[in-house]
Nanobody
Framework: VQLQASGGGLVQTGESLRLSCKASGINFRIYDMNWYRQPPGKQREWVAGITSGGSANYIDAVKGRFTVSRDNIWRRAYLQIDQLKPEDTAVYYC?????????WGQGTQVTVSS
């Protein structure tokens, strides 16, 4: 089982990024997928998730700017981040649970300059 996150980068305030998480080794369509982020010097926090049925949830701080989606054919989850702010600077991770254990992608760095 493997998750591979990509799509991060260095952007300016107000720009957008689309993060991607590619899953392998699982029947992707039956798994809930989550996105977390870890800002510099802070703890990792959950920011968004999408259920196997396609229902999306977000923390209040990102509602209206973050959009989580999935493509079951290509076994990918996505996190669209619009109107990026400096406080969005973090390493972003995708996550799921498999056989009772958390599975994490390697993280992708998002840096927003002011």
């Amino acid at each position: 089982v493997q998750l591979q996150a990509s799509g991060g980068g260095l952007v300016q305030t107000g720009e957008s990024l689309r993060l991607s998480c590619k899953a392998s080794g699982i029947n992707f369509r039956i798994y809930d997928m989550n996105w977390y982020r870890q800002p510099p010097g802070k703890q990792r926090e959950w920011v968004a998730g999408i259920t196997s049925g396609g229902s999306a949830n977000y923390i209040d701080a990102v509602k209206g700017r973050f959009t989580v989606s999935r493509d079951n054919i290509w076994r990918r989850a996505y996190l669209q981040i619009d109107q990026l702010k400096p406080e969005d600077t973090a390493v972003y991770y995708c996550q799921t649970r498999h056989s009772g254990a958390d599975v994490w992608g390697q993280g992708t760095q998002v840096t927003v300059s002011s």
